[in-house]
């Protein structure tokens, strides 16, 4: 009895090892992660000095906003690899707004950054495989809208954007985990085209009232590892 209980009890825990084994042979072998995620974000730049003061909190206001985003990677070697990346900025705010043609008037605004290029990534799992340290950084195209439509005027630019990730992962399963990150986006404006109906004006700005759109981004989301 007690050689058949040895036996069974040696049978089940080469079992789980070759389990594991596998499983941790499976998980290193995984070269695609793609990534979800979606969260708060804060635009970094200081107010310009040339906005009149009585329409300084109406810009702070549109500081505030939310993301989305999605990260596709593949791993050329176990902790590196090389990808592309999605990200897009939004904000909105209604309030009184003091324009000087139209005199005080009640105004939305909706700004939307976009960020859409080429990253490289590093990781960094745990013996266990459960948690996964992750680093990126991207550079690309960073698109620029904003949208007042109560004067009915869209403004429109385009920058080289970068962008600059570190995250967590607590995988759930061998293909699937959660995450929290935190990265810095940003870029800067050199010049806008303002639309309304069928005009257009360009606007330069100089050197020293070039507009940051850097800003901190703190996200969720989901991960999926293939």
């Keep these: 009895m007690k050689k058949l209980f040895f036996l069974l009890l040696t049978t089940v825990a080469f079992n789980a090892n070759a389990q594991n084994s596998s499983s941790e042979t499976t998980v290193s072998n995984q070269r695609f992660r793609f990534a979800l995620q979606g969260g708060f974000s804060q635009l970094l730049a200081k107010t310009a000095t040339s906005i ?34 999605f990200n897009q900025f ?58 007042k439509e109560s004067l009915q005027v869209e403004s429109t630019g385009a920058t080289v954007g970068s962008a600059l990730d570190a995250g967590y992962d607590y995988r759930i399963t061998k293909n699937i985990a959660i995450g929290a990150q935190v990265s810095i986006v940003g870029g800067v404006l050199s010049k806008v085209t303002h639309k309304r109906g069928n005009q257009s004006v360009t606007e330069t700005f100089p050197d020293n009232q070039k507009e940051s759109m850097s800003r901190l981004d703190v996200s969720f989301g989901a991960r999926f590892n293939f």
């Design 52 to 85: 009149a003061p009585q329409n300084r909190n109406y810009i702070s206001e549109l500081k505030s906003g939310y993301h989305y985003g999605a990260d596709l990677t593949y791993f050329l070697k176990p902790t590196w690899g090389l990808g592309l990346k």
């Design 90 to 147: 939004r904000s909105s705010h209604t309030g009184i707004y003091n324009d000087e043609t139209l005199g005080t008037l009640d105004l939305t605004t909706t700004l939307v950054n976009t960020f859409i290029g080429p990253s490289f990534a590093t990781k960094y799992d745990s013996a266990n495989n459960k948690h996964l340290f992750f680093f990126n950084v991207a550079i690309g195209y960073m698109g620029y809208l904003s949208d």
